[in-house]
């Protein structure tokens, strides 16, 4: 028997009603073709035209017309608190490492080598278990690294060349 499919997904707020849910992990939600299995034992092919980085909220659409919920996975992580959150976070950034922002916190993947760093400039730094919902790259959706050099941000480093 062939597999349901999704060549398409629709970001958080483009749609409603799903149909069940998928719970992925940040690195898991990072794909272009992969067989998942949601919530309720469904299992389905994700065929997608380009590797994507979908996030909580998202949906996969299936060719039978179903909606498939992405819901954040709960994953080792590390809380990030201090007294000058500014600039850890700066320190987080410029690693290029994939950040969450909460109100009183930071919350990245966990790591002993950036926690060591972390550490000596005066964070303080606890693991925990919890949904990952990073920011996303400065040219809208998609991963802090790696992001896409396309047309529009072509034109930006040409008319910062420019002057």
């Given at each position: 028997m062939?597999?349901?499919?999704?060549q398409q997904f629709h970001r958080q707020g483009q749609?409603?009603?799903a149909d069940d849910s998928v719970q992925l992990t940040y690195d898991a939600r990072f794909l272009r073709r992969k067989a998942l299995t949601t919530a309720g034992g469904l299992r389905f092919l994700v065929d997608l035209a380009h590797t994507s980085s979908?996030?909580?909220g998202d949906a996969f659409e299936l060719n039978d017309g179903c909606l498939i919920a992405v819901v954040a996975a709960k994953e080792e992580l590390l809380a990030v608190t201090g007294?000058?959150?500014?600039?850890?976070a700066w320190h987080i950034g410029n690693?290029?490492?994939?950040?969450?922002?909460?109100?009183?916190?930071?919350?990245?993947?966990?790591?002993?080598?950036?926690r060591d760093m972390l550490e000596r400039i005066g964070a303080e730094?606890?693991?925990?278990v919890e949904p990952?919902?990073?920011?996303?790259?400065?040219?809208?959706?998609?991963r802090t690294h790696g992001h896409d050099h396309g047309h529009t941000h072509e034109h930006i480093h040409e008319r910062a060349h420019a002057k």
């Amino acid at each position: 028997m062939e597999l349901p499919f999704s060549q398409q997904f629709h970001r958080q707020g483009q749609w409603s009603g799903a149909d069940d849910s998928v719970q992925l992990t940040y690195d898991a939600r990072f794909l272009r073709r992969k067989a998942l299995t949601t919530a309720g034992g469904l299992r389905f092919l994700v065929d997608l035209a380009h590797t994507s980085s979908l996030n909580d909220g998202d949906a996969f659409e299936l060719n039978d017309g179903c909606l498939i919920a992405v819901v954040a996975a709960k994953e080792e992580l590390l809380a990030v608190t201090g007294p000058n959150l500014h600039r850890i976070a700066w320190h987080i950034g410029n690693r290029h490492t994939p950040c969450q922002m909460d109100p009183d916190r930071l919350l990245i993947q966990r790591d002993r080598v950036i926690r060591d760093m972390l550490e000596r400039i005066g964070a303080e730094v606890s693991e925990i278990v919890e949904p990952f919902r990073p920011e996303g790259g400065a040219y809208g959706h998609g991963r802090t690294h790696g992001h896409d050099h396309g047309h529009t941000h072509e034109h930006i480093h040409e008319r910062a060349h420019a002057k």
